[in-house]
């Protein structure tokens, strides 16, 4: 009955789903989705025979040059200077008339395509230069070769006036070149805003101190938001404040700052917080010249006014103030600045409070449904809030999936996935009660997982942020990679979804325990001390023979008996995985790197494999060594002994390795996680509050502590003085003993 009802599950999802575009059945890909599209039967054939008319604009205009440089690099297109054929582009203030707010209005495009004739015109720069995305995409190939467009008239515009990616910076530092190619992505998918969230990635001049070793510059900041000013994204920050500030309490410096002495949040009652915050917030604006928002963050303020200087009782009522307080002076603060101010409104803020809100405060999370109708009695707007990750460990849940439990039911995991779950939330009919302007798609750093495993759900957060509720998540994940990789490269939805499976076993093929190394967080949304336990992922080794007659008792092959059987299918999982990714790098013409990435992590998964099933071959070996030296065959129990050994050593190596290679890939894009730049040693604290992965150990070695929590150093060091006595009391030689670490 259980599978009978998954499957129902399935087909009910499934069966609200849109019809696919009528672009997508005649083979051409387009993201987002045109708001409107009239086809005529014929395609265009797109020969070397076409002259581009820039209307004035010149060539240096960003539209001018994305589409020479996008037809030249993703199609092999040189356009001429003089034919009958031509490309024109024109910027013409109210050509485009649809009924929306001025803000949308200068994003809009016409686009028509004729036999002889291609016209892009805007009302502005970003509705050309989003006609110019629209057309690059558009193009596609015959089966001579020939590049066909269809004979089509578009007219497009956004829904949303705010389209917002995530990046979110907290355990790595991207390189500029990286972030740069993350802003031509993002505005061939018609993006228009980054929250980028700095914590310390950036030098404060006021409080150098916070800033990390190799923190980006002021001047390096503002190059990055100028790239994405050209392009039409506003690079906007966002500082984790008054919570989430151990990256800024963690410094002796500022100790006395502390909420009831925890790193987690500042002291809201003590004035010099605010003069932290506000100075932090002023270096900020000074480096992101040309933007016009700033988020504030308020994130998961849980203890406003715990702090033993406030003279109000800490309770509800006044912790609702508290946080009430803090944004009115934020948003005053930053209009003096010339900046409009978003910002998480969730808990503990009552929902009574809402009102003493400047109503010019826009609403980031679209969070506690209590709020709505005061926020739209005040005029306020919101961003719908999306989530493309939250704590899933190496790649995101963008599928549905329904994993075995331990009687061979089904149990409803990542029931509906993130891809539908972004086509649901920015669909519902909850969102649209209020008056959202833009969306939000989040891209948390808790869990480590690297950006380029991202791309995929931000489009969609591009896709229904401009065109809600078409198409289906298929035929999204489907013109993504067609898009993404390129045409030639196929099959790569479902590599995904192995990915992910991989991922998601990889994630429940541990044990979960009390951690031996972190001691308890401060507490939680709940309140100080609650959820304060801590989990690290682990696995028990084999255990060893008893001297002097090697008495054993197996362990791993009872204990891990539903590791092992999974262990084996992920393996051949894995090893096809592999083999399809190496094939994908020479059938994409694009992104070569994001599959780099993607081989490093299924090698990653693949190891976890080989780990579990040496773990059970090893114990095998000493099970067998036991058995002969009851058997009084002492040099074979040697034997077995030393085999048992070396199998653990070579997956050391193995390890090693794998994550010598993952660690090489990660930082051609990255900078080392926790580097020393300029003298300057990075300063390690754990979050009070929250268990994230990411934030175990200062540098990437996180994504190996479940291995480094099951101690094999120590293991074949302590095998090792079981061998050498047992060998030695029977006059056996050792032969064969692989090295061993033997430091601690």
Do not use: N
């Given at each position: 009955m259980k599978n009978l009802a998954v499957s129902l599950l399935s087909a009910v999802a499934l069966s609200a789903q849109p019809l696919a575009t009528e672009l997508w059945l005649r083979g051409y890909s387009v993201i987002p989705t045109p708001q409107k599209v009239e086809l005529a039967a014929a395609d265009v054939r797109f020969e070397g025979d076409w002259r581009l008319d820039s209307g004035g604009l010149g060539q240096t205009h960003i539209a001018v040059r994305t589409l020479v440089q996008d037809l030249r690099e993703f199609h092999g297109i040189?356009?001429?200077?003089?034919?009958?054929r031509v490309?024109?582009?024109?910027?013409?203030?109210?050509?485009?008339?649809?009924?929306?707010?001025?803000?949308?209005?200068?994003?809009?495009?016409?686009?028509?395509?004729a036999p002889s004739l291609i016209e892009i015109t805007a009302n502005g720069g970003a509705g050309l230069f989003y006609g110019v995305q629209t057309l690059v995409q558009l193009f596609k190939r015959a089966p001579d070769g020939t590049l066909l467009l269809p004979e089509a008239a578009i007219e497009d515009w956004p829904r949303l006036e705010m389209r917002f990616l995530h990046w979110d910076t907290k355990h790595h530092q991207d390189r500029i070149p990286t972030l740069k190619r993350y802003l031509d992505w993002a505005a061939r998918f018609k993006i228009n805003r980054i929250g980028f969230e700095l914590e310390d990635k950036f030098a404060y001049p006021s409080n150098p101190i916070i800033g990390a070793p190799g923190a980006f510059t002021?001047?390096?900041?503002?190059?990055?938001?100028d790239y994405g000013l050209e392009r039409f994204i506003q690079v906007t920050p966002v500082i984790?404040?008054?919570?989430?500030?151990?990256?800024?309490?963690?410094?002796?410096?500022?100790?006395?700052?502390?909420a009831d002495g925890n790193n987690y949040q500042a002291c809201l009652c003590d004035e010099e917080s605010y003069k932290l915050i506000f100075r932090m917030y002023d270096d900020v604006i000074a480096a992101t010249k040309g933007v016009d928002y700033f988020f504030v963050s308020t994130d998961e303020v849980y203890y406003a006014g715990i702090c033993a200087k406030c003279t109000e009782p800490y309770n509800e009522g006044n912790r609702s103030l508290k946080w009430a307080g803090f944004a009115q002076r934020a948003r005053d603060h930053l209009a003096q600045h010339g900046r409009r101010m978003l910002a998480w409104i969730e808990y503990p803020l009552l929902p009574e409070h809402i009102k003493l809100l400047p109503s010019d405060i826009i609403d980031g999370v679209m969070g506690d449904p209590k709020y709505a109708e005061t926020e739209k009695q005040k005029g306020m707007r919101q961003l719908i809030y999306v989530s493309m990750q939250g704590g899933e460990y190496l790649f995101p849940d963008y599928f549905r999936d329904f994993a075995e439990g331990p009687q061979g039911e089904f149990e409803r995991g990542q029931a509906s996935g993130r891809l539908q779950g972004a086509f649901d939330s920015i669909t519902s009919s909850r969102v649209w009660q209020v008056n959202p302007i833009g969306v939000f798609g989040a891209a948390w750093d808790d869990s480590g997982l690297h950006n380029e495993t991202f791309w995929l759900g931000w489009s969609a957060v591009a896709q229904y942020g401009w065109t809600p509720g078409t198409p289906s998540p298929e035929q999204h994940a489907a013109e993504f990679m067609r898009l993404y990789y390129g045409p030639r490269a196929t099959g790569m939805a479902g590599l995904y979804r192995t990915m992910q499976l991989q991922a998601r076993a990889w994630q429940r093929t541990w044990d979960r325990v009390v951690s031996r190394v972190r001691g308890p967080g401060y507490g939680n949304s709940?309140?100080?001390?609650?959820g304060t336990t801590r989990y690290d992922l682990t696995l028990s080794p084999p255990p060893l023979p008893a001297p002097p007659d090697l008495r054993f008792e197996e362990a791993v092959a009872g204990k891990y008996a539903r590791f092992l059987e999974e262990a084996k299918a992920r393996y051949q999982e894995n090893d096809r995985l592999l083999y399809s990714l190496a094939g994908q790098m020479h059938l994409s013409d694009r992104n070569q790197y994001n599959l780099e990435v993607l081989s490093a992590l299924a090698r990653f998964t693949g190891h976890h494999w080989r780990l579990l099933l040496g773990l059970a071959g090893a114990e095998k070996s000493l099970q067998r060594a036991s058995e002969s030296a009851r058997n009084k065959k002492p040099a074979e129990a040697v034997g077995h002994l030393v085999a048992a050994h070396n199998r653990v050593r070579a997956l050391e190596r193995d390890g090693a390795e794998v994550f010598r290679r993952l660690t090489e890939t990660y930082e051609k894009s990255r900078f080392p996680k926790g580097q020393s730049a300029g003298g300057s040693r990075f300063v390690h604290v754990l979050d009070d509050t929250k268990d994230h992965w990411a934030d175990r150990t200062p540098d990437?070695?996180?994504?190996?502590?479940?291995?480094a929590g099951i101690g094999l150093p120590r293991w074949l060091k302590d095998l090792n003085q079981v061998i050498q006595p047992y060998a030695k009391s029977h006059n056996v030689p050792v032969a064969g003993l692989r090295e061993a670490r033997l430091e601690e």
């Open positions: 040189e356009l001429k200077l003089a034919s009958s490309l024109r582009l024109a910027i013409r203030p109210g050509s485009v008339a649809p009924a929306a707010d001025p803000p949308i209005a200068q994003q809009a495009y016409r686009l028509k395509i002021a001047a390096q900041l503002q190059e990055i938001v984790q404040a008054p919570a989430h500030m151990g990256y800024v309490l963690k410094h002796r410096q500022f100790a006395h700052l502390r709940y309140g100080k001390g609650i990437l070695g996180f994504m190996m502590a479940p291995e």
